[in-house]
């Protein structure tokens, strides 16, 4: 918890935000903290090609957002603590464009361009790699572990936006 000089807490009585989240903007820190779950959303949508998915593939995403917890990424670890803080839904804007794919590649884009400018080295990659790896457990579940190819591409997309590839 962040204390004033005399040890106090913040006069606002909240905590401050935590050094890793101070270097984006509050629009950055939206992007970077919405894409995962996003991410759950537009793999787990049917699609051509791809097979309709059910409760395990979402349950999957939802597992594979919360194993970020663990990461050895500050950045990470304050994204799930931003995403498990918040409880009034998305935010502004962010509910139309939720299973979007080619808005959510976009916005890998822009997420890997942001990482690219703010982030440490290590945690812009192991960002992009968590939420590369959220996709890919949304893909695998209800399977044999071996994704149809139409997720592959997907997946293959998605890697490219997050430069991955």
């Known amino acids: 918890m962040s204390h004033s000089?005399?040890?106090?807490?913040?006069?606002?009585?909240?905590?401050?935000?935590?050094?890793?989240?101070?270097?984006?903007?509050?629009?950055?820190?939206?992007l970077l903290t919405t894409l995962p779950g996003r991410t759950v959303v537009a793999a787990a949508m049917p699609a051509p090609g791809r097979p309709a998915r059910g409760v395990a593939a979402g349950l999957a995403g939802l597992d594979a957002v919360a194993a970020g917890r663990a990461f050895d990424s500050?950045?990470?670890?304050?994204?799930?603590?931003?995403?498990?803080?918040?409880?009034?839904?998305?935010?502004?804007?962010?509910?139309?464009?939720?299973?979007?794919?080619?808005?959510?590649?976009?916005?890998?884009?822009?997420?890997?361009?942001?990482?690219?400018?703010?982030?440490?080295?290590?945690?812009?990659?192991?960002?992009?790699?968590w939420v590369q790896s959220i996709a890919a457990r949304v893909c695998r579940a209800e399977t044999d572990g071996n994704p149809a190819p139409a997720d592959r591409r997907f997946l293959d997309r998605l890697g490219g936006a997050l430069g991955l590839r």
Do not use: C, F, K
Request: charge should be negative.
């Open 5 to 30: 000089v005399a040890g106090e807490p913040p006069a606002t009585g909240r905590r401050a935000a935590p050094l890793t989240t101070a270097v984006y903007s509050v629009a950055e820190w939206d």
């Open 74 to 129: 500050d950045l990470v670890r304050a994204v799930v603590a931003a995403i498990y803080a918040r409880h009034d839904g998305p935010p502004p804007g962010a509910a139309g464009r939720l299973t979007d794919v080619v808005d959510l590649l976009a916005d890998a884009r822009a997420a890997a361009r942001v990482l690219d400018r703010r982030a440490d080295p290590a945690d812009s990659a192991a960002y992009r790699q």
